[in-house]
């Protein structure tokens, strides 16, 4: 395989453009995973308070999405 000599990141996805005929996708960032109705629900059930409900909310969004 040959060195790529320019990026370009387009819809999340980073190119190779060596020449017109060699577009080969190098790296494709994952989709972000959002919150289902049943993550709500469960929230909204089990949170005592605003401030539980943000952290219960975050703390589900960073396991959903590797962070």
Do not use: F, R
């Given at each position: 395989?040959?060195?790529p000599y320019a990026w370009q990141?387009?819809?999340?996805?980073?190119?190779?453009?060596?020449?017109s005929e060699d577009d080969v996708?190098?790296?494709?960032?994952?989709?972000?995973?959002?919150?289902?109705?049943?993550?709500?629900?469960?929230?909204?059930?089990?949170?005592?308070?605003?401030?539980?409900?943000?952290?219960?909310?975050e703390s589900t969004l960073k396991?959903?999405?590797?962070?």
């Open positions: 395989m040959t060195k990141a387009v819809g999340g996805t980073i190119w190779n453009h060596k020449t996708p190098l790296y494709t960032k994952p989709q972000w995973q959002s919150l289902t109705e049943q993550d709500v629900k469960t929230i909204v059930e089990n949170a005592p308070s605003v401030e539980w409900a943000v952290l219960m909310t396991e959903k999405n590797g962070g």
